[in-house]
């Protein structure tokens, strides 16, 4: 023990002359080969300048461990031999040893030193490989190598790596660190950052990168110019994105496309005269500009211009590529043509998990179930991975047709695939139970979820969750628990949840629950996102959150006084918003036509349909038409309905024609009730709402034998 600690003083002390005294102690006593001896004798060596003894030390070494090595290596680094220390290096990895941090750091110090970038980089990956890149020390080894040998690339690298992951203030320190070092940033040290900028959304970083961009006085390439207008548009400063755009002196395909981007998820009509623009530039569109440009078509049901732009896509030769072709699908489905986007599907030479994925989700929205799961059916046999999108959507499919058993068939290949461990699509199958009912199959699910996120406990937009499926059930009580459950687990529930839980409350009139769960809204902050069934304490909500101005706020309110048949208030919100200079949206009117139905308003409900089109300039969604025709089919006017059924641009689904089918029950409509019980079971064949409904029509009106057989 005396040795060991009297090596520890010699190498504080860097005597060599001490050094080669307790060296010969160490032979004296018999310790000349103790490995933790040995390796205490080349530290002092290597610190006090004599490197020779060192390693003839490290060559006596018979038990060497990583500390031996990494001594070594460090002590011929330390004394100028950096040639030599890469050389033992290297004989280390030979002989099977892991580096630890302080060998890395070593051995990049002596890559510096010689500017051995192309040992330096090898290293560097190594470094990756073992999971030492998370040491600051290694780190800062490896950015000082690049820095020393001039490598802008590593720089770039490690600043799109920091922003990218939330490290924004070490960015711009990087940023800064090289500005003083003198190097020269060049383009993609700009592309790096700002990436970083849009990812986290951080303006004010943003803006700063903007403002070393034109300090730099470089000739600035487009792909900068495109980068710094998308990040303005990502965190939603629009006017200086547009602004920065209009002061490009070269736009290209890219830079015409981020715009086109933003103006087409807007749903902008500029979008059309923007390409027109483009075109008139001399540029020439390419397969990003096409997809952006469908999916614009298929979200305003343009057919018409969809139609154009694919003669012109068609005629570049756009119209095979995959990134093409699928957003052909999705115009063709939401434009209520599934055989044009059937035919487009099976046209793609090589289709990816994508276009099967598009395929489920628009006969979905098409109504056409049965299509959707025998397309399922032929993806599962094919052998092709499915995803996580692919198993919500078909869930999704379930859920329209009610069908348990297929639901069942779903959920064990969730299990098959390895996705019973994804929160998402536990989420779904949550949803998905609870729709059939199943509660307990719910808490099944749930109970077997190791970490619980928002999505899982009450929907967060998902639309499922467990608090969502208990209130579905209505199992007011238990989702009142469980919400107590999230609290004390340290989350924060959100408007999603409680809105679900408040609409419950109001469904079987839950007055004293609903003031409990208001009291959470007001306590975290969300008393202006919610409405309930308690009409007063309703508009007095309203009242304090109306400065707020948001659609959904209004539509909220709107549906709060439909429900209670206040009809002249609900249209005075209505009103008040238009005053407040907001758009209402399809949502908008689906909530005041639902009121007009319900009502018996028809005219009322038939103008703020035509209100839609000739004075907001929209086109009406397929939940507009399903409102109108429900309008129509409640109170009557059937050959109304079924008009519209017939020359509405999107293909009726089952639950369009159950409407119209419960209209003609009501109001003794036996020929029009046969033909849409038709219509239906073409659909769904196996749905019972057509029979039931049929079979009411016939013994309404005495039919007794027809109601029989049906």
Known sequence: MRVHNTLKVSSNSKSVILGNQIHAQVIKLGFSNNTFSQNNLIIIYT???GLANGLQVFDEITDRNLVSWTSIISGCVQNGESALGLEIFTEMIENGYRPNEFAFGSVLRGCTSLEDIKFGSSVHCLALKNGSLDNHFVISSLLYMYAKCGYVGCWNNMIEGYALNGYSYEALQLLSLMNKKGMVMDQLTFISAIKGCSSLGDLNFGRQIHAMIIQSEAKLSSSVMNSLVDMYFK????VSALKVFSQMHEKDVASWNTILSEFAHDGDAMVVDLFTRMLRAGLCPNRITFSILFRFCGSLVDLSLGFQLYCLAYHLGFTNEPIVANSLINLFFKCGK??????????IPLQSITSWNEMILGF?????????????????????????????????????????????????????????????????????????????????????????????????????????????GGRINQSLDLLKGLIKDGQKPDEFILGSILNGC?????????????????????????????????????????????????NTMIM?????????????????????????????????????????????????????????????SAGNYGCLVDLFSRNGYLEKAKYVL?????????????????????????????????????????????????????????????????
Request: hydrophobic share 40%.
């Open 47 to 49: 610190k006090c300048g």
């Open 235 to 238: 965190v939603g400063e629009k």
């Open 338 to 347: 599934p055989d044009i986007a059937n035919s487009i599907f099976t046209g």
């Open 364 to 472: 979905n929205l098409n109504g056409c179930t049965m299509e959707a799961l025998e397309l399922f059916a032929n993806l599962w046999k094919s052998g092709m991975e499915v995803d996580e999108c692919t198993i919500c959507s078909i869930l999704g499919t379930c859920t329209g047709v009610e069908h348990i058993a297929v639901g069942r068939q779903i959920h064990g290949v969730i299990i098959k695939s390895g996705f019973c461990s994804q929160n998402f699509v536990c989420s779904s199958l949550i949803n998905t139970y609870g729709t059939f009912g199943l509660v307990e199959d719910c808490f099944i699910i749930f109970r077997g979820i190791k970490r619980l996120d928002l999505a899982l406990w009450g929907g967060g937009g998902l639309g499922g969750g467990m608090i969502s499926s208990l209130v579905r």
């Open 506 to 554: 109001a469904d079987v009139a839950a007055h004293t629950q609903t003031t409990s769960v208001h009291s959470i809204v007001i306590k975290i902050g969300l008393e202006m996102n919610l409405c309930c069934g308690d009409i007063e304490s309703s508009r007095i909500v309203f009242n304090q959150s109306v400065r707020y101005a948001d659609c959904i706020l209004f």
């Open 560 to 620: 709060a006084y439909a429900r209670h048949g206040l009809v002249t208030e609900a249209i005075a919100v209505f009103e008040e918003m238009k005053l407040s200079n907001l758009q209402p949206s399809h949502s908008t009117f689906v909530s005041v036509i639902s009121m007009c139905s319900h009502l018996g308003l028809v005219e009322q409900g038939q103008n703020f349909f035509d209100m839609i089109s000739s004075v907001y300039g929209m086109v009406p």
């Open 646 to 710: 017939e020359t509405m641009p999107f293909a009726p689904w089952p639950a369009i024609w159950r409407s119209f089918l419960s209209g003609c029950r009501i109001h003794g409509k036996r020929e029009l009730g046969q033909w849409a019980s038709k219509q239906l079971l073409e659909l769904v064949p196996e749905n019972d709402a057509a029979y039931t409904l049929l079979s009411k029509i016939y013994s309404d009106e005495g039919s007794w034998e027809d109601a029989a057989k049906v």
